[in-house]
């Protein structure tokens, strides 16, 4: 049985990363994962956008996505977020960041993000 896309979402942000689950993320991330910011677009293939996912684990001695809000869109593949971040650096430096993200989910696995950037602090 296929995740929804909202599963998928919840999944990539509640496990993957609270948790560290690398297995997770080679089931969840698509065979390309297009990754949309202002200005780019930056095309993954699956072990780039996994080791990607394990490169910003090791930057950190803690990370947790809290997820304000979470919106599925009514097309069964687009799902919006928000988030806030607390995190601890491996140098023992805390801090959050907020941000916004909007995931395409096919067939159960992520296919494009994306991601306006992120700012430090809670949001208000």
Same mark, same amino acid.
């Given at each position: 049985m296929t995740r929804s896309a909202r599963e998928v979402v919840e999944a990539y942000? !509640?496990?993957v990363w609270n948790q560290r689950d690398v297995? !997770?993320?080679e089931e969840l991330m698509g065979d390309t994962v297009i990754r949309h910011d202002v200005g780019s677009v930056h095309t993954l293939s699956h072990d780039e956008?996994?080791?990607r996912i394990v490169n910003h684990l090791q930057m950190f001695e803690s990370i947790r996505f *809290? !997820?304000?809000l979470v919106v599925a869109g009514d097309d069964g593949e687009h799902v919006a977020i928000v988030y806030e971040s607390p995190m601890t650096l491996e *140098? #023992?430096?805390e801090t959050t960041i #907020?941000?916004?993200e909007v995931f395409r989910v096919v067939d159960g696995r992520i296919t494009e993000v994306w991601n306006c #950037?992120?700012?430090q602090g809670v949001w208000a």
């Open positions: 942000n !509640l496990v297995a !997770l993320a956008a996994v080791a *809290d !997820l304000r *140098d #023992g430096t #907020g941000s916004m #950037g992120y700012k």
